[in-house]
């Protein structure tokens, strides 16, 4: 038992991690160029023979007849001597869209291990503790608006207002709203609604009042863009953070894209340093 878990925690260790890209560089390159003795031989291994069938069949649903295989091994062996030729040509060099493809290539194998490594049930538990507010749900309510257009009242608003406010107040949440009010193009009951949802819709000012409001009881005028509102909440959720098990898997995909850009980083300064780098300015 004791070795397992010295195994698992070797596996977490950034040395070992190093040691695998550069294991998974050398590996790389030793494929790329398999078979190549040099510059005038070319060899089309069996390994890219298979490889180009297994291409074709994911492709075509098929194996490739023998004529079609034939066809496929002269086309690689036309790309090989057209690459060489520009190589030897120099044409790679000041291109680029080569040198971006050459450095996405290396980044590529550094993701790629990056994502063999798996959180454990506490690096996730602290993850999610650290980045709270990436995963806080935020506030939501539940509540219905009568509005007031103060062009219509004048005047008069703000005691015709406080009437019907004083009326609504006596019956609370039970009062039928449908007819009371002025016509407007958004709808008086709104569920579920966050703080962005409500500013979307009546601006920021009137959302951040209406969050503050109690829950039960007729509360206003409440201005917005549109004029005068009175308002009810029914039901209101404070922001709460998630149970890890309700969020794991984000949590995990935020945690290893973490660790690809620690694992980028700390690897890219391990190669920068081997370079004397001048800068004219």
Excluded: C
């Amino acid at each position: 038992m004791t070795i397992k878990l010295n195994f698992r925690t070797l596996l977490r260790e950034p040395l070992l991690h190093f040691l695998l890209i550069g294991a998974a560089l050398f590996l790389f390159y030793n494929l790329q160029n398999e078979g190549r003795i040099d510059n005038e031989r070319i060899v089309i291994s069996e390994a890219q023979i298979n490889h180009l069938v297994t291409l074709w069949k994911k492709k075509r649903q098929r194996p490739p007849t023998q004529t079609e295989l034939e066809s496929m091994i002269q086309q690689q062996v036309r790309e090989e001597v057209m690459v060489r030729e520009a190589l030897a040509m120099g044409l790679d060099k000041n291109d680029s869209i080569i040198r971006r493809r050459l450095a996405q290539k290396i980044e590529f194998i550094t993701s790629d291990l990056a994502t063999l490594a798996e959180p454990t049930e506490t690096k996730l538990a602290n993850y999610l503790e650290k980045h709270s507010d990436e995963f806080t749900l935020p506030a939501r309510i539940d509540f219905l608006q009568i509005y007031f257009n103060p062009e219509k009242h004048e005047a008069n608003i703000q005691e015709y207002i406080n009437n019907l406010l004083n009326e609504l107040s006596q019956v609370g949440e039970n009062s039928d709203i449908t007819k009371l009010g002025d016509p407007l193009m958004l709808e008086q009951q709104h569920e579920q609604v966050t703080e962005h949802d409500v500013t979307r819709l009546f601006g920021k000012e009137f959302a951040s009042k209406i969050f503050t409001l109690p829950v039960g009881s007729w509360q206003g005028p409440v201005q917005s863009g549109y004029g005068f509102h009175l308002i009810i909440l029914s039901n209101k959720t404070e922001n709460k953070l998630p149970e890890l098990e309700a969020v794991r898997e984000k949590v995990r995909l935020e945690w290893q894209a973490q660790q690809r850009q620690d694992m980028d980083k700390v690897f890219y300064e391990s190669l920068r340093q081997r370079y004397e780098i001048t800068i004219e300015r």
